[in-house]
């Protein structure tokens, strides 16, 4: 305490105010001092005195703001009756549109692969177990080589590609590195809202098929008709090159002097 009344009333810590001005705030609650200049006097300089400021009250996290909806409402397809759920692959006689029911709101998850990618093979033993975690999907897989104009259309220039569809509408497609049955739960519960069943994991039959995982030994004939043709006509330019000089103007004099 100061002598005199007039000078104002020092504290060496905050703690130490707080207690002696007694603010009657409950002890668990934090309090922040502030200090503001106080009324000037007559004949003294102007006071320093503490003024209370009270925290901001916290925000909710369970808001319902901050929760994210789903971008897919799919329509849950029934399971009653189904006793074994697993992944269709299509052959090469099999259009995908006739599996996809353009005037339905349900989901399909489909997969372009081709047997001899080794990253499809190594993706194929995830791919196989998601029908078991999500019921009440659907799963497609089909090899892209055999059906080229489905992946001209929906723009699969590089294999494994994974699209999800709503209906005959591509919704969402698959860019993660990362192709695991936890990154694909992640993708399709972030898209779908729908939560996958926590009990399925990898097992050694999802190893075995139906989609393989073993790399199929054969001739890209694609590849080769391009690399036989490109050589062809190399070697057809170079043999008349000769002949094609003489078709340009101003060439035959040229040769001649």
Known sequence: SAEGGGEPVRYRTAEMADAMLGSG??????????????????GQGSAAVLETVLPAPAEDSNSTDSAKAPKVNCEERNTSGIDRFTLQVLNV?????????????????????????????????????????????????LDASQHSSLSTRFGTVAVPNILLFQGAKPMARFNHTDRTLETLKDFIFNQTGIEAKSDVAV????????????????????????????????????????????????????HQE
């Open 203 to 254: 097992t050694e039959e999802d190893w075995e098929g139906p989609l393989p995982s073993v790399l199929a030994k054969g001739i890209d004939w694609l590849l080769l008709f391009s690399v036989l043709f490109l050589a062809g006509f190399v070697m057809y330019a170079t043999i008349r090159t000769e002949s094609i000089r003489w078709l340009i103007p101003g060439q035959e004099h040229e």
């Open 25 to 42: 705030l409950p002890a668990q609650q934090p309090v922040m001092l502030s200090v503001v200049p106080g009324e000037a006097r007559e």
């Open 93 to 141: 006689s099999q259009d995908l549109m006739e599996f996809l029911n353009p005037n339905s709101s349900d989901c399909t998850l489909v997969l372009f692969y081709t047997p001899w990618c080794r990253f499809s093979a190594s993706l194929a033993p995830h791919f196989n177990s998601l029908p078991r975690a999500f019921p009440t999907l659907r799963f497609l897989a």
